[in-house]
């Protein structure tokens, strides 16, 4: 198996998960953040298959399709910045490019997390809207999508936060305008963060005990 910082995500689940375990971060949390927002897309995507009544199920199936797909590609790419900004940590400490590597590869790192974020938040919509209109026998499918959702969002959300301790931590700061926009996406997903564990919970409650 190559070792290349590309990690296919259309290998068996159990490569990629031997892959994952490795001590080398590529793929890393970044990357099963992604996984995790993927198994959510298609949960979802699940619960839409049985609401066939309703126009707005069909948008969601398309939608979440597509979705899926992100994710998919988006743990692809954070394993190749995943390995970019592990390289630029090894680099000694009295390299005199080391801070200006880590600072390019945590915000090159960040940006890859941001979008996730935007991809995070596309599937709250939708899980808002399958709450409405989903079929109220996969209702258990629909809390579980919730909650997967929740974790690949929470996940997303620490991986954010830290690129962005790192990039600042190696020169950048709070007045760079790349700085200042990703810091505003970083407090969008916690929002979306908080919102869909909202929602999680109030699915997953009939299923809990009393």
Do not use: K
């Not at 760079?176 to 979306?192: K, M, T």
């Amino acid at each position: 198996m190559s070792d290349s910082p590309r990690v296919s995500t259309s290998m068996p689940l159990a490569s990629w998960l031997e892959r994952l375990g490795r001590s080398n971060g590529a793929p890393g949390g970044g990357a099963a953040s992604a996984i995790t927002l993927g198994v959510s897309a298609a949960l979802l995507r699940m619960v839409a298959g049985y609401s066939p009544e309703d126009s707005r199920a069909a948008e969601c199936r398309r939608l979440l399709a597509e979705l899926r797909l992100e994710a998919l590609e988006g743990s692809e790419e954070d394993g190749v910045r995943s390995a970019r900004l592990g390289a630029a940590l090894a680099l000694g400490s009295d390299d005199p490019v080391r801070d200006e590597r880590v600072f390019e590869a945590a915000m090159d790192a960040a940006r890859s997390t941001a979008e996730l974020g935007e991809l995070a938040a596309s599937l709250a919509d939708v899980l808002r809207l399958l709450a409405e209109i989903g079929n109220r026998a996969l209702a258990v499918d629909l809390a579980v999508a919730a909650q997967t959702l929740a974790a690949g969002t929470s996940a997303a959300s620490i991986t954010l936060r830290s690129d962005l301790a790192l990039a600042r931590d190696h020169g950048g700061h709070e007045t760079q305008e790349p700085i200042r926009a990703l810091a505003a996406a970083a407090d969008r997903l916690s929002a979306v963060q908080r919102d869909v564990e909202t929602i999680a919970a109030d699915l997953s409650a009939p299923f809990l005990p009393g």
